[in-house]
């Protein structure tokens, strides 16, 4: 259970300052916040974390325990960087209402962001991949949701910015943490 658990937190934590949420949210508000934009969110964070974390299955038999905990170190390493200095998208002038282009903007962009890593390394280290493929679509989906749901309100009432740095900070003491611990320097 901690895989799942933890692949929700990071993930959601992820997202939530992320440049993901931020187009669905713009997209919810230019498009009127349709329930095909809310399956496409859902469909692709579902996608996307079962690759990462089928990806983190096929890794983990490769690795060492203290590669392993390195490897999440890299990742929440990764994440922070993301979050502090991946700015967000522009909102497109004039937004398409295909539900496949969407999609596909959204599977490219969950599948390369910090929380599928996340998820990845995740997998790798906890051994437990469908818990953490589990954990990474909640934590997408219900973060996505809430940016569709609020829709060009998300900027106003979600401090994005803050959000953001708070999480990087975050993500980058674990990781110091983290390879602290690979290296046997803390316990």
Do not use: N, Y
Not at 44 to 73: C, E, I, Q, R
Not at 92 to 108: D, H, K, N, Q
Not at 116 to 132: D, E, I, M, N, S
């Amino acid at each position: 259970m901690p895989a799942l658990f933890l692949a929700l937190l990071t993930a959601a934590l992820g997202m939530a300052g992320g440049r993901t949420a931020l187009l669905v949210a713009r997209l919810s508000g230019a498009l009127g916040g349709g329930a095909g934009l809310l399956a496409a969110c859902w469909i692709t964070a579902a996608a996307t974390s079962a690759l990462a974390a089928w990806a983190g299955s096929m890794l983990a038999p490769l690795m060492p325990p203290a590669g392993k905990t390195m490897f999440v170190a890299a990742a929440l390493a990764v994440a922070a960087l993301e979050l502090l200095f991946a700015a967000p998208r522009r909102t497109p002038a004039e937004p398409t209402r295909s539900l496949g282009a969407i999609g596909l903007v959204l599977f490219a962009g969950q599948l390369t962001d910090s929380a599928r890593f996340l998820v990845l390394a995740l997998a790798v280290a906890t051994g437990a991949p469908a818990l953490a493929a589990v954990g990474g679509t909640l934590g997408t989906g219900a973060v996505l949701t809430a940016g569709w749901a609020l829709g060009t309100q998300w900027e106003k009432h979600v401090f994005v910015r803050t959000v953001r740095f708070a999480a990087a900070a975050l993500f980058g003491i674990a990781a110091v943490l983290a390879a602290l611990a690979a290296r046997g320097i803390i316990g």
